[in-house]
Nanobody, 125 residues
Framework: QVQLVESGGGLVQPGGSLRLSCVASGSIFSIKSMGWYRQVPGKQRELVATITSGGSTNYADSVKGRFTISRDNAKNTVYLQMNSLKPEDTAVYYC???????????????????WGQGTQVTVSS
């Protein structure tokens, strides 16, 4: 089994910064990609940013220029640096990972998707 544990959420004033972290642990051969999604009540979960093992990144238009995703492959950890936060960034942020559990999975490009439990980010004065 694979577990994703997020940390770093909290309450911050508009214009402030927060840094989220997510550590993946368990029976992992390799991680294809990691990312962050967010969800507010009554709305669908949406992509915030993703990063591949090679370092390629993808961002939602709403966070480009303000958020930066990074990854430490050796530690199976992904970070999300959030700057210039706005009230509309308020949401539960979820860590996501696409994982190869064995060498055979990696060779066959057969990955498995996992989610963290979520961490609340609230931007308010």
């Amino acid at each position: 089994q694979v577990q994703l544990v997020e940390s770093g959420g909290g309450l911050v004033q508009p214009g402030g910064s927060l840094r989220l972290s997510c550590v993946a642990s368990g029976s992992i051969f390799s991680i294809k990609s990691m990312g962050w999604y967010r969800q507010v009540p009554g709305k669908q979960r949406e992509l915030v940013a993703t990063i591949t093992s090679g370092g390629s990144t993808n961002y939602a238009d709403s966070v480009k220029g303000r958020f930066t995703i990074s990854r430490d492959n050796a530690k199976n950890t992904v970070y999300l640096q959030m700057n210039s936060l706005k009230p509309e960034d308020t949401a539960v942020y979820y860590c996501n990972a696409e994982v190869y559990l064995t060498f055979e999975d990696w060779r066959g490009e057969d990955d498995f998707e996992y989610w963290g439990q979520g961490t609340q980010v609230t931007v308010s004065s």
